[in-house]
């Protein structure tokens, strides 16, 4: 069992940053894949980025690359998602999740937590 608990969300202005944390609970935690997706009103989830937990390796989706940097700290068992350049086609609920190595389907979810992008 992994619990995630998303936090940094919030309000903020065309162009400016964010950062998003998630912190994970849960034994052998290394044997994980965390990834960060997001859902924007009325649409489907996707994918925006990804990292091994052992190794650091990281995947981003295409469409936001160069705008995204995923990495972790292991002594804090948190990982972060640091968003630059943002847009208001950025407003939507971001999410953490866990996937064990080996397994393609993403088992654990964080609550979500919410970026307003303005104008």
């Known amino acids: 069992q992994v619990l995630l608990v998303e936090s940094g969300g919030g309000l903020v202005s065309t162009g400016g940053s964010l950062r998003l944390s998630c912190a994970a609970s849960g034994p052998t935690l290394e044997r994980y894949r965390m990834g960060w997706f997001r859902q924007a009103p009325g649409k489907g989830r996707d994918f925006l980025a990804s990292i091994a937990w052992n190794t650091g390796g990281t995947r981003y989706t295409g469409s936001m690359r160069g705008q995204l940097t995923i990495s972790r700290e292991n002594t804090k068992n948190t990982v972060y998602l640091q968003m630059d350049n943002l847009t208001t086609e950025d407003t939507a609920t971001y999410y953490c999740?866990?996937?064990?190595?080996?397994?393609?389907?993403?088992?654990?979810w964080g609550q979500g937590t919410q970026v307003t992008v303005s104008s």
């Open positions: 999740a866990a996937r064990l190595l080996e397994h393609m389907n993403w088992s654990y």
